[in-house]
């Protein structure tokens, strides 16, 4: 007999599965991985501080750092953006900065979700002129049909279709973040 679907699956607004638990876990091993191998040699000349984007990074955030096997610092940034839920407008504003410098320090900027690039366009840009030692991106999603700005992603989860997902950190009006899959409404 077939098992119930779990609890959030029977809930009002259920979700389709995109992406299971199982398949992100392998996939955010691998980044882990090849983070450490890629700042292992460089540890020494500089700290390795790894910044969430507020909210939506902290799940795949906390997945990631413990498959980095360097002591690496963590720190958030908080972000709006204005515009709807579901596009972004290109204006984003700092709602809560850093609470340490990052000058001289080699920092992974952690993202949800690549979607028209705007967000991430001018957080690379704005950190880069606060003088890190280096600055790279990893973002779980990538949604490159709706891109308007290019941008370089060093770690990337996965690309997926023109979906409005949710789960895994991702939110519909600030819910769902803890859905361990990622999801789009069906
Ligand atoms: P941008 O369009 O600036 O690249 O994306 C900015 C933000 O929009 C992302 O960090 C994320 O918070 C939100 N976003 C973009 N696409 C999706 C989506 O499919 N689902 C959810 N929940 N948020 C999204």
């Known amino acids: 007999m077939a098992a119930l679907p779990p609890a959030w699956n029977r809930s009002p607004q259920p979700f389709a599965e995109l992406i299971s638990a199982g398949v992100i876990a392998a996939r955010v091993a691998e980044l882990g991985a090849q983070i450490t191998a890629e700042y292992r040699p460089r540890i020494e000349e500089a700290e390795v501080v790894v910044v969430g984007v507020l909210k939506g ?13 360097l002591p690496v610092l963590i720190d958030f940034i908080g ?27 080699h920092v992974v900027l952690v ?7 705007h967000t991430v366009h001018y957080l690379l840009e704005n950190i880069a002129t ?5 600055l790279k991106l990893a973002s779980l999603l990538h949604k490159p049909a709706r891109q308007q700005r290019a941008v370089k992603i060093d770690y990337l989860g996965f690309t997926i279709p023109d979906r409005f997902v949710v789960g895994y950190g991702l939110d519909v009006a600030q819910k769902y973040r803890n859905l361990p899959f990622i999801g789009y409404e069906s």
């Open 57 to 69: 990074s902290v799940i795949f955030l906390a997945d990631l750092v413990r498959h980095i096997g």
């Open 79 to 105: 972000i709006s953006s204005y515009g709807d839920a579901t596009s972004s407008s290109g204006v984003v504003q700092i709602t809560q900065d850093l609470s340490r410098p990052i000058d001289g320090r």
């Open 111 to 117: 993202e949800d979700i690549v979607d028209t690039g």
């Open 130 to 134: 606060r003088r890190p030692a280096s």
